[in-house]
Structure formats: C-alpha cells, structure tokens
C-alpha cells in the first residue's frame, strides 16, 4: 500500500515511539488550518482517540483524506472547525457520519525553520 504524500517518508521517523504513546509526522497538506499550521508545516500527532472539545485533531471524515481541523462537540454532533476564514466549517454527526479519529497536533514546525545546516 503506498503512503499518502503528506506523510514524512520513514528516514524522517515515520512513527516516533516516546512517553507510552506513538505518534506519526505529517506535512500539513492545505492552508485550511492558517495561520495556526501553514501548508507544508510538520506537525506531530500524539495517536489515539480520546479528544475533548478544542483539540486540534487529524482524522478521515466519510472516507476523505486525512484532514486536520479544530474540533468542538455538541451532544451527538461534531464541528469541525478551520482557523482559516477562506474554509467553511463542518458539521456531522457522531452517529450517522463515518468519523474516523487519528489523533492530535501535539507539535507543528514551519517548513522554514531549520535546526541544522
């Protein structure tokens, strides 16, 4: 199965074992999430599937492709929140829609920043 090409290929350290959970690095695919996460950042996500409202959250929303976007519950509903004004939010229900939770945006680094030369 081939990778999606957001994802940081694996001498990038695929998926990171540390402090008992896994996570996975990721290239933010879209300004979607601007200014908060740029198009083309690193961000690290923390995988499991517990959130509370406010998260900054990657899932697949009705089989799409991996989308991060600020959640915010409401008894059976979930709104899927942009910080970028130009993207509409999103609403769906918990019970009918096919939401399937990744994890959360634990650490995000521009693509401009450079650690090492």
Known sequence: MQKPSNVIPETHHDIVKGNNYAQVAMVM???S???TIEEGDQVIIK???FLKSGDLTAMHVNHS???IRRVLFN???VILQPH???YNAELYNLK???IQIIGSVIYKRHESE???D
């Open 47 to 49: 995988l499991h599937t």
């Open 75 to 77: 008894k059976n509903q």
């Open 96 to 98: 009918k829609d096919d």
């Open 84 to 86: 970028n004004s130009a």
């Open 29 to 31: 695919p879209d300004d």
């Open 33 to 35: 999430m601007s200014p």
């Open 65 to 67: 492709d991996l989308i």
């Open 114 to 116: 450079k650690y090492f």
